[in-house]
């Protein structure tokens, strides 16, 4: 149980070496930036490979840069930096201890291939037999059992699916814990390997390490589109992250955006704001912050992909405070972007088409769009991950489940336990300038954290 000091003395045993949860851009800007403070840090994400949401994008607002172009050199960097120890397919387990003293056990989840073998030739997953939809693609394409997620992945070696592999399923299957029919006994990865990385016994481990700060950069999730039943699950109803994913020249169509179910070029294409934010009656009153911009971005990518399409955005209002953001949304509408005020009351599949419902409340008349493929802003969420995570080291969240600060205005970056810290998505919606703002503030709190060992610990 971690102790809740409200104040008292940072004396004793003082580790000044940090764990970052979460490897995402908050996360990432965190560790590099302690690391580079001269301290240790502990960077645990419990996927694959670190990178978070932004390495998934097409382009970025508003400069439109290729997020692979400039996350990739900091993913390389954290991979590379003597004071960063980092942790994939790992998450904390159980935290103890209190400020400047926490110990935190690491869950390390077995990955079936020997890291200090492998030496990421792609071989096995060339060749792996089984496919499952990829969580980098949003399900908009298929990955083998063996994998890495995405081709500029850190690290760059390959984990196996569990769920999914066939000689794993067999094995279940003879020991009496899978039933159906018998899965094939295959193992071409470990029959192919040239350094005998497969390693089937390998097994969780616990790791239990001391830190004295932690930062808490846990991210989001998007609200399932399912969680809104006036709007069609069909596969032309996309979310933001799959609509990136179809723009991405590294996605499922190379760049080329054609729609999921017959793989035509879309011609008209609606993009709906706020679907869930600001919406209580779908359980999120809060505006989610980057979609009106990601949005208005997606439309102009698609611009540039279908010059003779056309686009709508539907937007109760637009929000776009950030610097350059105004005038990005002015070059979307000068570039032939349609802006509809009013909210879609209704999506459905009619023949070939979508019918877009909805209101223009500027003209005072109803809309109705017979569109080729549909985009949903769908609210920004705490992620699963957050809650699990503040439970174990018994920091508070708000209302609507983002952390809490421990003072808003004067403490934004501090969490309601001292010493463990908040930064990115985790503590609120927001966009990646002010993730790797609130990345590098947490690790400044956690650098003066540190040069107040011995002292008296105040909090505001
Ligand atoms: C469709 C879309 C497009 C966007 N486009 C832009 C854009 O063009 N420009 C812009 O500025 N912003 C954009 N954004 C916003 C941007 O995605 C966020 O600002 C940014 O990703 C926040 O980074 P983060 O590190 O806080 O969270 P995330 O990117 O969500 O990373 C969090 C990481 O934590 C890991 N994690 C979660 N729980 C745990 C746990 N318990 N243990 C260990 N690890 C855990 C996750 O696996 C993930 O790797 C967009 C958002 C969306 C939805």
């Not at 439109?64 to 996350?71: E, M």
């Not at 017959?262 to 704001?273: I, N, Q, R």
């Not at 209704?346 to 070939?352: S, W």
Request: aromatic share 8%.
């Amino acid at each position: 149980m971690v102790e809740k000091q409200g104040t008292g003395f940072l004396m004793g045993t003082f580790t000044k070496r940090a764990l970052v949860i979460g490897g995402g851009i908050a996360g990432i800007q965190a560790a590099l930036d302690i690391a580079d403070g001269g301290y240790e840090v502990i960077l645990v994400e419990r996927s694959p490979s670190i990178g978070g949401h932004m390495i998934q994008y097409a382009e970025v607002f508003p400069t439109l840069d290729c997020p692979q172009c400039i996350l990739t050199p900091k993913m390389v960097e954290i991979a590379q930096h003597p004071n960063v120890k980092l942790m994939t397919c790992a998450e904390v387990q159980k935290v103890s201890g209190g400020p400047g003293n926490f110990e935190v056990e690491i869950l390390q989840k077995s990955r079936r291939v020997d890291h200090n073998k492998c030496n990421g030739c792609g071989t096995c997953w060339q060749k792996c037999p089984e496919k499952t939809l990829s969580e980098y693609d949003d399900a908009m394409a298929k990955r083998t059992a063996v994998y890495i997620p995405f081709p500029q992945a850190v690290p760059a070696k390959p984990v196996i699916d569990c769920d999914h592999c066939r000689y794993i399923r067999y094995q279940e299957w003879m020991a009496g814990t899978r039933t159906g029919k018998k899965p094939p006994q295959c193992r071409i990865c470990e029959k192919l390997c040239p350094v005998g990385a497969i390693d089937w016994e390998q097994k969780d481990e616990v790791i239990t390490e001391k830190v004295g700060a932690i930062v808490v950069a846990t991210g989001f999730d998007l609200m399932p589109i399912s969680l809104i039943p006036e709007y069609a699950e069909d596969p032309d109803v996309l979310n933001g992250i799959q609509f990136e994913r179809l723009l991405s020249p590294g996605g499922p169509t190379a760049g080329v955006v054609t729609r999921p179910s017959d793989g035509k070029v879309p011609k008209e294409m609606v993009f709906v704001s706020c679907c869930g934010s600001r919406d209580p009656e779908h359980g999120v009153p809060y505006c989610s912050r980057v979609c009106c911009m990601y949005l208005a971005k997606q439309a102009l990518l698609y611009k540039h992909a279908v010059p003779d399409g056309q686009a709508y955005i539907f937007y109760i209002d637009i929000r776009s405070t950030g610097k350059g953001y105004e005038e990005f949304i002015q070059r979307v509408q000068s570039d032939g972007v349609v802006y509809l005020r009013g909210k879609v009351s209704k999506i459905f599949r009619d023949g070939d088409k979508l019918r877009v419902y909805g209101a223009d409340t500027l003209s005072g008349k109803r809309v109705e769009i017979a569109a080729d493929l549909v985009v949903l802003g769908m609210a920004v969420m705490p992620s699963a991950g957050t809650k699990e995570v503040a439970a174990k080291l018994g920091i508070d969240l708000d209302d609507s489940g983002f952390v809490s600060e421990s003072h808003a205005k004067f403490n934004p970056l501090e969490t309601t336990v001292p010493g463990i810290f908040v930064a990115g998505m985790a503590q609120g919606p927001k966009d990646i300038p002010d993730a790797v703002a609130q990345g590098s503030g947490a690790a400044g709190r956690v650098l003066t954290f540190f040069a107040q060992a011995g002292k008296e610990l105040v909090v505001v």
